[in-house]
């Protein structure tokens, strides 16, 4: 049985930093374990991602601002997030599945989320 359980979001002023933890039972290898939000209006968009391998990749609106990080395979996963902007406020997932080619394909396992929101 897979869990995903998001924690860490909250409210911040621009500028600031916040850290998302993912605690993931995800335990298939080779495997993706990816970070997604959406904003009221807009279509769920990929933040984040991680392979089995370590390989990272984020989307081009987060590049240099936010790191995901897991340190090991029973770890969290974590999305750190800093230089916060107001376009980042969405609601954040965090998604599991094996591994497809830089990890774009589609996810079956998704936690319920944890909001963020940047004034």
């Known amino acids: 049985h897979v869990q995903l359980v998001e924690s860490g979001g909250g409210s911040v002023q621009a500028g600031g930093s916040l850290r998302l933890s993912c605690a993931a039972s995800?335990?298939?290898?080779?495997?993706?374990l990816a970070w997604f939000r959406q904003a009221p209006g807009k279509e769920r968009e990929g933040v984040a991602s991680?392979?089995?391998?370590?390989?990272?990749r984020y989307g081009d609106s987060v590049k240099g601002r936010f790191t995901i990080s897991q340190d090991n395979a029973k770890s969290p996963l974590y999305l750190q997030m800093n230089d916060l902007k107001p376009e980042d406020t969405a609601m954040y997932y965090c998604?599991?599945?094996?591994?497809?080619?830089?990890?774009?394909?589609?996810?079956?396992?998704w936690g319920q989320g944890t909001q963020v929101t940047v004034s």
């Open positions: 991680t392979d089995s391998d370590g390989h990272q």
């Open positions: 998604a599991a599945d094996k591994r497809s080619y830089l990890c774009r394909g589609t996810y079956t396992y």
């Open positions: 995800y335990t298939g290898d080779p495997h993706c």
